[in-house]
């Protein structure tokens, strides 16, 4: 199964999914991330890992634009993380795609964007808003839900709530899951 992290914003989750999703489906079989980000966070988070010698349970590859049409399944999960802004990359990980997942935190700014990446990405998989650094003290998770169901779009039921542990991640293997677990299952239910 390929499953393309998507969201022309940046800042809203896309690596952290990657690799917290990577941990949580690694339970399952066999994953990797490929990274398309020119930013490198999925590679460093995985470098960083490895100095630590805790390595992640999951390698995680470098592509570009070229190497990504021509990816092969060689695992059960193979994890796109897109970087932002760049169509032509995006659209190239939307095409090979099962399932599309948008990573985003509920509030106005960020889900202005989830509405065009899912228009662009809802016509070529099946696509699901996942809500990253959610604030239960706000209604903003309730609104954008309840945008979401009005137009029919799709949404995982968990969601992964605002943490500092969560942000500050990088370079550690995920053991708390955060709810990646439960996002893990859904994904499971669903294809």
Avoid: H
Avoid at 7 to 12: E, F, L, P, W, Y
Avoid at 37 to 47: C, M, N, R, S, V
Avoid at 85 to 90: A, E, H, L, S, V
């Amino acid at each position: 199964m390929k499953i393309a992290i998507v969201n022309s914003k940046g800042g809203v989750g896309k690596s952290t999914s990657s690799i917290y999703l990577g941990a949580a489906l690694s339970r399952q079989g066999t994953v990797r991330v490929i990274d398309t980000d020119p930013q490198g966070t999925a590679t460093d988070w995985a470098e960083r890992c490895i100095e630590a010698g805790t390595p992640l349970p999951f390698e995680v590859e470098v592509a570009n634009v070229v190497s990504l049409k021509r990816l092969t399944e060689t695992t059960d999960y193979t994890i796109i993380d897109t970087p932002p802004g760049d169509p032509t990359t995006i659209d190239a990980a939307l095409r090979m795609a099962d399932l599309v997942i948008v990573p985003s935190a509920p509030g106005a700014t960020d889900m202005a964007r989830v509405w065009e990446t899912l228009e662009i990405s809802s016509a070529l998989a099946p696509s699901y808003v996942l809500f990253t650094a959610v604030d239960r003290r706000s209604r903003d998770l309730k609104d954008a839900k309840a945008a979401l169901e009005k137009e029919g779009a799709g949404y995982f039921e968990n969601d992964i709530p605002f943490r500092k542990d969560v942000r500050n991640a990088l370079g550690r293997v995920p053991d708390r899951m955060f709810n990646y677990d439960q996002v893990a299952a859904e994904i499971l239910e669903v294809m």
